[in-house]
């Protein structure tokens, strides 16, 4: 899982943003401020894993936290490092490069940790989950922001859009974003029929995380999850 992620998104790194948007019509950072949002400003240190171009990294920095952003593909680090060198952004946020499945930081080293179209990516998500509980502190905040299906009438257009319109509109881009567009909408799909949410509300409480809640947005394209540690 970890090699499918950096061939996917290691040819998709280039403007990555611009095209994210342009390909979810304007939601893509919509769904980042909602993100952004369900962490309390008195969080100091944040955890952004899944960084990819540090665009929710930026958004928590530019709140007042500081902000580790970390990584598993080094064309995504690379993009990030340009854009908070470039919005001189270094001194509130730092980059690393590593691995959700093995975070290395100690217990409870961050007061609050986000994380972005993650968890169809790793092998064992419920470890995964675990995993990032542990090093957000007793009292912090985790929240997620991840793909999702929306209910009828609207899955039919999500279809169309994820089976047709991204594939096309990636290969208008480049072959690495033309790739992204073929693997999505089945990814998605799959992952939401295995996973429904009840299942992956119970990771997190087993994580050690209270009140957690969702909120579907775009008719529910898109899904954040959030919660608080025990």
């Given at each position: 899982?970890?090699?499918?992620?950096?061939?996917?998104?290691?040819?998709?790194?280039?403007?990555?943003?611009?095209?994210?948007?342009?390909?979810?019509?304007?939601?893509?950072?919509?769904?980042?401020?909602?993100?952004?949002?369900?962490?309390?400003?008195?969080?100091?240190?944040?955890?952004?894993?899944?960084?990819?171009?540090?665009s929710v990294a930026v958004l928590l920095a530019r709140r007042g936290h500081r902000v580790v952003g970390l990584d598993l593909t080094e064309p995504m680090l690379r993009e990030a490092a340009r854009k908070v060198q470039s919005l001189r952004l270094q001194d509130?946020?730092?980059?690393?490069?590593?691995?959700?499945?093995?975070?290395?930081?100690?217990?409870?080293?961050?007061?609050?940790?986000?994380?972005?179209?993650?968890?169809?990516?790793?092998?064992?998500?419920?470890?995964?989950?675990?995993?990032?509980?542990?090093?957000?502190?007793?009292?912090?905040?985790?929240?997620?922001?991840?793909?999702?299906?929306?209910?009828?009438?609207?899955?039919?257009?999500?279809?169309?859009?994820?089976?047709?319109?991204?594939?096309?509109?990636?290969?208008?881009?480049?072959?690495?974003?033309?790739?992204?567009?073929?693997?999505?909408?089945?990814?998605?799909?799959?992952?939401?029929?295995?996973?429904?949410?009840?299942?992956?509300?119970?990771?997190?409480?087993?994580?050690?995380?209270?009140?957690?809640?969702?909120?579907?947005?775009?008719?529910?394209?898109?899904?954040?999850?959030?919660?608080?540690?025990?």
């Amino acid at each position: 899982m970890r090699e499918l992620a950096q061939s996917l998104f290691s040819g998709a790194a280039y403007r990555y943003d611009r095209v994210a948007a342009w390909l979810s019509y304007g939601q893509y950072p919509r769904w980042h401020r909602f993100l952004v949002s369900r962490i309390p400003p008195e969080a100091r240190w944040v955890l952004d894993v899944a960084t990819g171009t540090a665009s929710v990294a930026v958004l928590l920095a530019r709140r007042g936290h500081r902000v580790v952003g970390l990584d598993l593909t080094e064309p995504m680090l690379r993009e990030a490092a340009r854009k908070v060198q470039s919005l001189r952004l270094q001194d509130r946020v730092l980059l690393v490069r590593g691995a959700a499945e093995q975070l290395p930081f100690p217990d409870g080293a961050f007061h609050a940790l986000t994380f972005t179209f993650l968890l169809r990516y790793v092998q064992d998500p419920p470890q995964v989950v675990a995993e990032l509980g542990r090093v957000v502190r007793r009292g912090g905040w985790m929240a997620s922001l991840e793909f999702g299906v929306p209910d009828p009438p609207w899955r039919w257009w999500w279809r169309v859009h994820t089976r047709v319109v991204l594939p096309v509109g990636g290969r208008l881009v480049s072959d690495g974003w033309h790739r992204v567009g073929r693997f999505l909408g089945s990814s998605i799909e799959a992952f939401c029929r295995a996973h429904p949410f009840p299942e992956v509300r119970a990771w997190w409480q087993r994580a050690g995380f209270v009140q957690v809640r969702r909120r579907r947005l775009s008719f529910g394209a898109a899904e954040v999850v959030w919660g608080r540690k025990r």
